[in-house]
């Protein structure tokens, strides 16, 4: 079979595929629900355009779409989350070889340049043939706002001219949409208008669904799989304790024990790294906008600080907000020498590294992939600031997701549970349109119980029965769901 695909190379198939099969096992969920859907095949006749990070985790999720009746192309939501192997065996396919590829047209690499990102994520939305996509999976939101903004632009008349206050980002997306219109100067309607809804994996990426749908600029109905609480309340706690610890020790394989560590947010995210930095033996230190969250954190034992005053004193810094500038260069040449700074949320507009780069005298040395040295010029007294000697501090993926940047992100088992949401949202939205108008929705709470439901045997969880009469005395079924809508877990 040929298809086009853009890959870093074949020959590391064989090893993607060996990963696959052990993450198979480690995710239940997507295994049952192949086994479920095996027959009905939901999925028939979707065209899914998926944009969410290219791991081995995410292989699992792809063929499950495919078992499931689903055509699929895909890229990766960030320019440095891919692995390489798992991309080479989702393109050759389980049945494949490199000569005769069986699989899925993946356009991801590890170390994509932001132009190649942004012509990987066109690629996912340009079909071979007539059809283009039905369906969007989305992680961050870039393929919906490619989607919405081409289309918006399109039908303005213009592609908008990037003044020097726009981020780089911001000016490859103008040209990306302003080349395609060249060839094509109806596509980005068309494909719009195809679609029939979009399913949305992080926190970030459903903000951002929530301002489109407010301004009237959502065009179709999305599920919004992060708020399923087997998403949020497990992938961004349980699977960034697992893997921020990863992506620090791959990167600097520094000694976490003893030393003071910043997390700034103490949202699910937050809150998965403090535990992960504390279980560390570390002195955790939080900073908040969120009362509510701040509390939660003295609670939990930690000091709540502002950044200014706890910056000179702390090893590690971890932000986790989903917010911009919320280290910024003051903050970063304030820092003591050799710190480690790295963001875990999903954009890296956490960190003002752009900032800092402008400051005159900072050089940036590549100690090796995804990790540089920042030397910070020696300061003078200056009245407000003291001297300070020259030093350096050590920055994880440019600022970009370290846990997916620096080491493979999430453990499988985690990833299952996610995945297992984006799954039958999939279902939901493509087989049951009328149930969900334009608008941001999240999946019935019958389906999220029903997703930990598929997990808990395999920990050897045994979980206990309402009798009947226990359920009329609390006034549920006996089969759930289990919880109103306003309880919070
Ligand atoms: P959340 O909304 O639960 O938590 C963010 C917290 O940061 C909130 O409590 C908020 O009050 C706080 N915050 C916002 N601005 C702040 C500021 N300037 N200073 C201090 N605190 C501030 O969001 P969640 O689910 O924890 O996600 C956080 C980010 O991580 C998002 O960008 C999300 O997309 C991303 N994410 C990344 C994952 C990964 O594997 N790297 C996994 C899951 C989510």
Known sequence: MTFDYKVKDLSLATAGRHQIRLAEHEMPGLMALRERFASSQPLAGARIAG?????????????????????????????????????????????GTPEDLQGVPVF????????????????????PGDEGPNMILDDGGDATLLVLNGRKWEQAGAVPTASEEDSEEYTV??????????????????????????????????????????????????????????????????????????????????????KVAVVLGYGDVGKGCAEALAGQGARVIVTEIDPICALQAAMEGFQVAQLEDVVGIADFFVTTTGCCDVIRPEHLLAMKDKAIVGNIGHFDNEIDLTGL?????????????????????????????????????????????????????????????????????????????????????????????????????????????????????????????????????
């Not at 991801?108 to 079909?127: F, H, M, N, R, S």
């Not at 799989?225 to 497990?234: E, L, P, R, Y």
């Not at 540089?372 to 003078?380: D, F, I, N, S």
């Open 108 to 127: 991801a690499w590890k170390g994509e340049t932001l132009p190649e990102y942004w012509w990987c994520t066109t690629q996912i939305l340009d079909w």
């Open 357 to 489: 780069a402008r400051v005159p005298g900072v050089q940036k040395t590549e100690i090796k992939a995804q990790v540089h040295e920042w030397t910070l010029p020696a300061q003078q007294a200056d009245g407000e600031t003291p001297a300070r000697d020259e030093r350096s501090i050590i920055v994880l993926s440019e600022g970009r997701l370290l846990n997916l940047g620096n080491a493979t992100g999430h453990p499988s088992f985690v990833m299952s549970n996610s995945f297992a949401n984006q799954t039958l949202a999939q279902i939901e939205l493509f087989t049951r349109p009328d149930d969900y108008p334009v608008g941001v929705h999240v999946l019935p709470k019958r389906l999220d119980e029903e997703v930990a439901r598929l997990h808990l045997g395999a920990l050897g969880a045994d979980l206990t029965e309402l009798s009947k009469k226990q359920a009329e005395y609390l006034g549920l079924d006996v089969s759930g769901p289990f919880k109103p809508e306003h309880y919070r877990y």
């Open 51 to 95: 944009s969410l990070h290219m791991t081995v985790q995410t292989a699992v999720l792809i063929e499950t779409l495919v078992a499931l009746g689903a055509t699929v192309r895909w890229a990766s939501c960030n320019i440095f989350s891919t692995q390489d192997e798992a991309a080479a065996a989702v393109v050759v396919g389980v049945d």
């Open 173 to 258: 997306i103008l040209d990306t949409v302003r080349e395609t219109l060249e060839s094509a100067p109806t596509r980005w309607t068309t494909i719009a208008d195809g679609i029939r809804g979009v399913t949305e994996e992080t926190t970030t990426g459903v903000h951002r669904l929530y301002q489109l749908h407010e301004t009237g600029d959502l065009h179709f109905p999305a599920i919004n799989v992060n708020d399923s609480v087997t998403k949020s309340k497990f992938d961004n706690k349980y699977g960034t304790r697992h893997s921020l610890i990863d992506g620090i020790n791959r990167a600097t394989d520094t000694l976490i024990g003893g």
